[in-house]
């Protein structure tokens, strides 16, 4: 008997090869036609998004804010006067009539309600200590976009000299309007400086500049399409201005990253002798299948943040998850046809022959010497790789053990924007905290002297500094508790539940800034184990199902979020600590949002998993061919690893570009989420990855008998599915024979 190697078949094209290739012309006019519909239906999505949503729904300082914005409109005050009389006294005669005068002025403009002033009530929380400044405090009443439109009309009017006074406004609905209207005029930057940066490096990646534009045409077709999601939402749920951050971010990062994958395949294909439609077939049978697990890995990771109740983070995950589906099926769909169309023209317009002008085109399949032999040498050296990149990707991330968390505020903002400047006078010049104390809401029927003795039992508390109060409506009223120091410092954060553990004959509920953040990290706290739960099971079941291993999506895992540390220790170190604030020009202030390492997590782990998909689905593909386990971890990174990090470059310029940001916040998402892609590229894909998959072994791909069977019936991969290797344990032992068949 003797054996015959025989050619293997061509296979036949899939039913979604055929889809998407049948009318290519038909398929990009619709597309066309989709995109121009979705811009038009995503225009002026920035002017109904808000800039707040850090705060806990459900918790009880949102509830006594509740109330308290209805039965007593003057203890919330969202807008800020700051008088400043020059060298003259507030208690001056001619200085108190021109506030009078100003006061008045703004109790009779539309929308604005509880007007109050220090020449009114005479509180010396409203007075400067030098005597020269005094505050005027009302509340816009409304939503966020109303509350903003107010503002915008009645500014210019309040805002300048009135006879001896100079006024300047504050106060939150001023910081918030700031904060929007920066988002969008750096959001606009961002883009300016990105698309014509990346265009340069996909032109440097592909030579070509047919091939380059592609990437770039389905990121734009990405963020027009969520920008038309994102508005559909305003008219159900309220969203952050700070998610078309991401959109962009996102729409053009994973849409490049996705299209670099088909490209790069379709020209691999196209080089093998294929012709453009058989190419396509193949490319959407391999890197098409890597693509989806991709997509489904980043859109879990970031569907994850839909367990909080902040609408800041839960913007997040819808602004993600549709960008992520968008850029995925335009890669699979739109681009397939595109390059139907193109067939070997994909490769037209070399323009490094512009400054090499007798270069010559390599093929597509070619190169990537450099990432074999790192691989070779490092799992040559496997145990001194995986112990050392830990050990530096752990010291990297140690600052993070000294997080403070805190509350965004207008230091956000440039030290010379308005609002930022009246809030620091008042942080700098006036006693306690003006609009950062304490409202305890009393509900209930109460006598004078319960009143009175609930406020003297709050007032022999060691961090109160006065308390004011009680205003009564009926069988409801309100104090007002001064903290000591800061208004969300510890102390103050302390005082909080001293306060709500006070003995009182009737109901009471807290809020103000403290009371807002212990809420918030409570409910960050408490639904942040499920989140990453739901990380953690969806995706060792999706890279189960792409590898058919057991430790491999353990592995994935534990790389990923060790990727991560390096990350979260530059954020503390940088913008908790302020090291490098001169230099990237924000104002620390010596704690982190809270909602933000949450953010940048799911995010910068669901980017890990994208580039972590796209190395084991090549590995795979190797291993079921030929079952060396050391040869495909080589042929992984070689083929791989310059795709992965000319990604990982182009999107980290997006993400630096949007980390020009003025806005702290944005500042701090863009840089991070840039250091970790990068780390993730060049450390942990170059070196880790293939460091522990060389000490692991062949068990490596080891799963027990049921598992096995799960995954050659569910199973996807890069590889065709009849080249799969069958694994009975982790010697890899009766590997099915390809391509061959026995003649007699």
């Not at 519909?37 to 006594?64: F, H, I, K, M, T």
């Not at 807290?510 to 989140?531: E, F, H, M, Q, Y």
């Not at 220790?569 to 302020?578: L, R, S, T």
């Amino acid at each position: 008997m003797t054996e015959v190697n025989t050619p293997p078949r061509a296979p036949r094209p899939s039913g979604w090869t055929r889809l998407v290739t049948a009318r290519p012309r038909l398929s990009l006019l619709a597309a066309l036609v989709l995109t121009v519909l979705a811009a038009l239906a995503g225009s002026g999505v920035a002017d109904r998004l808000g800039s707040g949503g850090w705060q806990d729904p459900d918790a009880g300082s949102a509830y006594a804010t509740e109330v308290l914005e209805r039965e007593f409109p003057g203890s919330q005050p969202n807008l800020l006067l700051l008088v400043d009389a020059g060298r003259a006294s507030v208690d001056d005669p001619a200085v108190a009539a021109a506030a009078a005068r100003l006061t008045g002025r703004l109790a009779r403009e539309r929308g604005v309600v509880g007007v109050g002033s220090y020449w009114r009530s005479g509180s010396p929380a409203l007075r400067a200590e030098d005597g020269h400044a005094a505050l005027i405090a009302a509340r816009i009443a409304g939503d966020e976009k109303t509350a903003g439109e107010t503002l915008e009309r009645i500014a210019p009017a309040l805002r300048g000299t009135h006879g001896p006074l100079e006024v300047r406004i504050g106060g939150l609905v001023a910081v918030q309007h700031e904060m929007q209207t920066l988002i969008q005029e750096d959001l606009t930057r961002a883009e300016l400086i990105a698309l014509p940066v990346t265009l340069v490096l996909l032109v440097t990646v592909f030579g070509s500049a047919v091939a380059a534009l592609l990437p770039l045409g389905i990121g734009i077709v990405a963020i027009l399409g969520t920008n038309a999601v994102l508005r559909g939402l305003t008219g159900f749920t309220d969203v952050s201005v700070f998610a078309l951050n991401l959109t962009t971010a996102l729409g053009l990062g994973l849409a490049i990253d996705y299209a670099l994958f088909i490209v790069r395949r379709f020209r691999e294909e196209l080089s093998a002798g294929a012709d453009p439609s058989a190419a396509v077939g193949t490319t959407l049978r391999t890197a098409g299948r890597t693509v989806l697990f991709s997509a489904l890995t980043v859109a879990v990771s970031l569907a994850a943040m839909l367990v909080f109740p902040q609408y800041f983070l839960r913007s997040f995950a819808y602004a993600g998850i549709a960008v992520v589906l968008i850029a995925a099926a335009a890669a699979l769909i739109l681009l397939p046809a595109a390059l139907v169309l193109l067939g070997h023209r994909v490769n037209a317009l070399d323009l490094r022959r512009l400054v090499r002008p007798g270069a010559r085109p390599a093929p597509a399949g070619a190169g990537g010497g450099a990432w074999g032999r790192t691989a070779s040498l490092v799992m040559r050296r496997a145990p001194v790789f995986a112990i050392g990149t830990t050990g530096v990707l752990l010291l990297l991330g140690l600052p993070f053990l000294g997080v403070r968390f805190g509350t965004a505020d207008d230091r956000q903002l440039p030290s010379g924007a308005e609002s930022h400047v009246v809030q620091q006078y008042i942080r700098d010049g006036f006693p306690g905290s003006p609009g950062g104390g304490l409202e305890v809401l009393a509900e209930g029927r109460a006598t004078r002297a319960e009143y009175a003795g609930f406020k003297e039992r709050i007032a022999r508390l060691p961090d109160v500094l006065r308390v004011d109060g009680p205003l009564v409506r009926g069988e409801t009223a309100y104090f007002t508790v001064l903290p000591k120091g800061e208004a969300v410092d510890e102390r103050a954060q302390r005082l909080v539940g001293e306060v709500r553990a006070t003995e009182a004959p009737f109901r009471t509920s807290v809020t103000g800034t403290a009371a807002v953040l212990v809420d918030s990290k409570d409910a960050i706290g408490g639904r942040l184990p499920w989140a990453l739960a739901v990380i953690a099971v969806v995706t060792l079941l999706l890279v189960f199902l792409l590898t058919g291993s057991v430790l491999i999506p353990v592995q994935a895992v534990v790389l990923n979020a060790l990727s991560l540390t390096a990350m979260f220790g530059a954020v503390v170190w940088v913008f908790q600590d302020g090291h490098l604030s001169g230099l990237l020009g924000f104002t620390s202030t010596g704690s982190i949002e809270t909602t933000l390492p949450v953010l940048m997590f799911c995010v910068a782990f669901g980017l890990s998993m994208d580039y972590g998909v796209f190395l084991l689905s090549r590995i795979k593909e190797e291993y079921d061919r030929t079952g060396d386990h050391d040869r495909a971890v080589r042929h992984g990174v070689q083929r791989t690893g310059g795709l992965i990090t000319a990604a990982a470059v182009i999107l980290a310029v997006v993400m630096v570009a949007i980390g020009t940001s003025r806005v702290t916040n944005t500042k701090m998402l863009g840089l991070g989420i840039a250091l970790a892609v990068l780390m993730d590229a060049m450390v942990v894909r170059s070196l880790l990855v293939p460091a522990v998959m060389r000490l692991t072994g062949r068990a490596t791909w080891w799963a027990p008998g049921p598992l096995r069977r799960l995954h050659t019936r569910f199973g996807l991969s890069e590889g065709e599915p009849a080249s799969r290797a069958a694994h009975d344990g982790p010697d890899g032992a009766e590997r099915r024979p390809r391509d061959k068949v026995t003649a007699g």
